[in-house]
């Protein structure tokens, strides 16, 4: 049984950071990409971030870049994100997704195999 969980959402102060995890099972976990996505209220999905199956390679989205750092662990199944410098322009759902290849930025959910419930993460400013 697959299940990816998110967690370390919250609410935080602009300026602020948080660390969100993302826990998978139920695959072989380091044979995936994993990539942050996020969706804003009203908004469509968003990419954030991804790394590649060792963790040596990692991509994000122009919006995020130098203050979000996204990585993995594959001996605890988890991979992370780190978001620092946060502004209002972060709130959203933050999703952990999982897929078999390197993923463009444009965001095809059916190119994603497995996928976390979410976590909210609010930022007040």
């Known amino acids: 049984q697959v299940q990816v969980v998110e967690s370390g959402g919250g609410l935080v102060q602009a300026g602020g950071s948080l660390r969100l995890s993302c826990a998978a099972s139920?695959?072989?976990?380091?044979?995936?990409?994993m990539y942050w996505l996020r969706q804003a209220p009203g908004k469509g999905l968003d990419w954030v971030s991804g790394i590649n199956t060792g963790g040596g390679s990692t991509y994000y989205a122009d919006s995020v870049k130098g203050r979000f750092t996204i990585s993995r662990d594959n001996a605890k199944n988890t991979v992370y994100l780190q978001m620092n410098s946060l502004n209002a322009e972060d709130t959203a759902v933050y999703y952990c997704a999982a897929a078999p290849r390197r993923l463009g930025l444009v965001v095809r959910r059916h190119e994603y195999v497995y996928w976390g419930q979410g976590t909210q993460v609010t930022v007040s400013s």
């Open positions: 139920g695959f072989t976990f380091s044979s995936y990409w």
